[in-house]
């Protein structure tokens, strides 16, 4: 077989040599523009993982890198003056202009031509005349832009602004340096990668950077090859007490944006991406040359089981891509929150750090104590400095068990079941099925339960199965369920009110999770706007004044009522496309009169709301709002929408903001995940110091500690975790060994509070070893050789 490879980059050249030991009489030839002595950047990094790979699958060239690794396993945070320091995370890296070597080398003695200084002819022609086409020509790929209709290249260009260096001084850790200056906030990303010299990335939001005078050196002339060399005097300057006397050393270094592309597909007939090509992750969490080297294993490989080219590209895809889009989730994380790091320098020295190793949901509280329980328990430490609670032996309890104040209200916990929409109510009122699902819910260990969407008139039901808080006979079935629940647990419990506006009239989902319209058996329509939720909908009218004014007062009586009701806190549903949230949303509000237009005019009917439910809620119970704070559509609620939202409804009265997103619109295409909704309330948390409710895909307690510990939320809703096991916050609390006032068992499920036995738990394995092997320690710094000596660590701890 015919291989042409584009780019004589890692990724090219290890695939090209995994190639040609697995099928030594493959005619394989590598085109690189570039000399064999030139390169681009400075350090790789490497996970133990991808070792290895590499080690399997070729000794040879694992051999010659391991033997010039620079090794370490700490990660130093410097911030406000402090290093703090977390071991345990393990990390190897070389330069890259070595790892060149190592693999042309390699390539040279596998008999692969690798043709340097030559740019490689048209992809169209290579096509023709190779039976496959390896593209690793970069994330300014050239094959992907021949063939764009097909690969469908998504290419987002980020906001902050970084350059890549290094420095002549070397670093014994991972070293993140987050600096406030006049102008802002700048941040470095530094590692060693050999005995004289680090890896020095500086990044910068725009707006500091302009402040900072840097503009002014970018848009000079810089031609290819050279640096733009203010800017790094400047740096050094700015970062001299980081520097210690050392210097910064250029390599065509210029201020970037970082570029993150994503590819429908990888492959387009016998053409296929590998790298940079077909995808990017943010440098803060990795290498892209550890993505590309695994890629090219992967690619090898496929080649070597299937029998045919496009089965084998096929395989690589399948095989490769939920792995990288898995990696850019994680990547995606960590390049918004250094984007957004001065929205963190308020904290703490060890939340900060916290914060910032957890950042990518990869590392959490439960992962970072197996690394360096040291670290974690001194976090752990300060966050519980104002609480009483405890594990035995004095420990702290976990953070999802520390009290919170929400409001007038004691919370025993940091677990809230968010409302659960059950469609059992008979005519809005609530029934068995509710009493049961609110007192398991409560006993199950939460601090607080809401119930479902609860109408304030009978128009305002989404469904005729939602309860409603309109009539006596509703807040007398309510009473009986506050009651009983008040009576066998301390758990808060809590009313959702809302009016579901243009998404009222609708059956309850069906097998396929679809609501479909009532039609003539449902009831009229009111909406910010006269916009009908989908094609198959009715349209709704706009309301006029008058139907705001009865609105309003609708939702005071339903206010009045769940007072009387017995309920705790109280929740007003301003998101999910519901009629509040159709004021908020210009995508949902075109009004042409003063509830509509800017959002001060938007606000102004769910402010009015807001305001006259206050005046009547007590203050020793809780009053919440839950927004949508993102559309998932183009036009939709910004970030800086949502943080005016949220500071104009704390003013209002709001104790706190449940930050839940879309739903508003039906073309909405929200981006699923692992607590995807999480960096919103994080967002409203920390730009406006209001209490946050995080909500969405949050399902195990690590997150759930993460979350609180890291200062992203107050209070975490687990919702289908907890339907799944409604006495998951009980079981929580048992897998962690916690038995204090946090999590209390009813006195009557109490012989079920410890873990039960698993199978062979029983079991006592034998001593295996006659001489037992010491620890690793924790902490292991990287120290240059001295002459003639071999490269070492050193432990700390």
């Excluded at 169209?124 to 005349?129: F, G, K, V, Y």
Aim: proline residues 6%; contains cysteine.
């Amino acid at each position: 077989m015919r291989v042409a490879v584009i780019g004589g980059g890692p990724g090219g050249l290890y695939f090209a040599a995994l190639a040609k030991q697995l099928s030594p009489r493959w005619d394989v030839t590598v085109w690189e523009r570039n000399a064999a002595d030139d390169t681009f950047g400075f350090g790789v990094v490497f996970s133990d993982e991808t070792l290895d790979g590499i080690a399997q699958a070729d000794p040879e060239i694992f051999g010659a890198m391991s033997a010039e690794f620079a090794r370490w396993s700490d990660i130093d945070v410097c911030y406000k003056g402090q290093v703090l320091t977390s071991g345990g995370h393990g990390f190897a890296a070389l330069g890259r202009k070595r790892l060149l070597q190592i693999l042309q080398e390699r390539c040279a003695a596998l008999d692969v031509d690798v043709r340097y200084r030559t740019q490689a002819p048209p992809v169209e022609q290579l096509a023709s005349e190779y039976d496959l086409v390896v593209a690793g020509d970069g994330v300014r790929s050239v094959t992907r832009s021949a063939y764009a209709e097909t690969f469908v290249p998504d290419l987002d260009e980020r906001h902050s602004r970084y350059m890549w260096l290094a420095t002549d001084k070397v670093f014994e850790a991972f070293t993140f340096i987050v600096a406030e200056r006049d102008f802002g906030t700048i941040q470095v990303h530094a590692y060693p990668f050999d005995d004289t010299r680090s890896t020095f990335i500086v990044e910068i939001d725009e707006g500091s950077w302009r402040r900072a005078g840097f503009d002014a050196f970018a848009a000079r002339d810089h031609p290819p090859g050279t640096s733009d060399e203010d800017s790094i005097r400047l740096c050094e300057e700015i970062l001299a007490d980081h520097l210690d006397g050392h210097r910064l050393i250029p390599n065509s270094s210029k201020w970037i944006r970082f570029t993150t592309v994503r590819n429908r597909t990888w492959r387009h007939d016998n053409v296929v991406l590998l790298g940079d090509a077909a995808h990017t992750a943010h440098f803060s969490i990795g290498s892209g040359t550890k993505l590309a080297m695994e890629d090219a294993l992967a690619l090898a490989a496929c080649l070597h089981e299937h029998a045919d080219v496009p089965d084998a590209l096929a395989a690589y895809e399948a095989e490769r891509k939920p792995v990288v889009e898995s990696t850019q989730r994680a990547a995606q994380a960590s390049l918004e929150w250094f984007e957004n790091v001065g929205r963190y320098t308020g904290q703490e020295p060890l939340q900060f750090a916290f914060n910032l190793l957890t950042r990518s949901r990869r590392v959490t509280y439960d992962n970072l104590r197996v690394r360096d329980k040291e670290f974690t328990d001194a976090v752990d430490a300060w966050h519980a400095a104002d609480t009483s609670t405890a594990r035995p032996g004095g420990a702290a309890a976990p953070p999802m068990f520390r009290p919170f104040r929400l409001g007038g209200l004691h919370l025993r916990n940091r677990v809230v079941v968010p409302p659960t929409a059950l469609y059992a109510a008979c005519d809005g009122v609530p029934g068995d099925f509710e009493l049961v699902h609110l007192s398991t819910q409560a006993l199950g260990g939460s601090g607080l339960v809401f119930t479902g969407m609860t109408a304030i008139s009978p128009d305002a039901r989404a469904t005729p199965g939602c309860p409603g808080l309109y009539t006596d006979e509703q807040e007398a079935a309510w009473r009986r369920i506050t009651d009983f629940v008040h009576r066998q647990s301390d758990a808060c419990l809590g009313v959702q009110l809302t009016h579901a506006g243009r998404r009222a009239a609708t059956s309850a989902p069906r097998a396929d999770g679809r609501s479909v319209p009532l039609g003539e058996s449902g009831w009229p329509l009111v909406a910010a706007s006269a916009l009908a939720w989908d094609a198959a909908s009715a349209t709704p009218v706009e309301a006029t004044r008058e139907d705001m004014d009865a609105i309003a007062k609708d939702f005071v009586t339903a206010a009045c009522r769940a007072h009387r009701a017995g309920f705790d806190a109280l929740e007003l549903q301003y998101g999910h496309g519901h009629l509040m949230s159709g004021f908020l949303s210009p995508l949902t509000n075109v009004r042409t009169d003063s509830y509509g237009g800017s959002l001060a005019d938007r606000m102004r009917f769910p402010l009015a709301v807001l305001r006259a439910v206050r005046e009547v809620w007590p203050a020793g119970k809780a009053l919440i709002v839950r927004i949508s704070a993102a559309d998932w559509a183009e036009g939709g609620t910004s970030e800086a929408d949502v943080v005016e939202i949220c500071r104009t409804l704390a003013d209002a009265g709001a104790d706190a903001v449940d930050v839940s997103t879309g739903e508003v619109v039906a073309h909405e295409r929200p981006r699923h995940g692992r607590s995807y909704q999480t960096p919103y309330a994080d967002l409203v948390r920390n730009a406006t110091g209001i209490a946050t409710i995080a909500v969405g895909a949050i399902s195990t307690y690590d997150d759930v500690n993460s979350i609180i510990l890291a200062g992203r939320a107050d209070l975490c809703a687990v919702g289908r975790a907890q339907l799944h096991d409604p006495l998951w916050t009980l079981h929580a609390a048992a897998a962690q060994n916690y038995t204090g006032p946090g999590a209390p068992w009813p006195p009557s499920w109490k012989a079920g509070s410890g873990r039960p036995p698993g199978s062979r738990t029983d079991r006592v394995p034998p001593r295996l070893h006659l001489l037992r092997r010491p620890p690793a320690p924790v902490q292991q710094r990287w120290l240059p050789p001295t002459e003639g000596a071999v490269p070492a660590v050193t432990a700390a701890r």
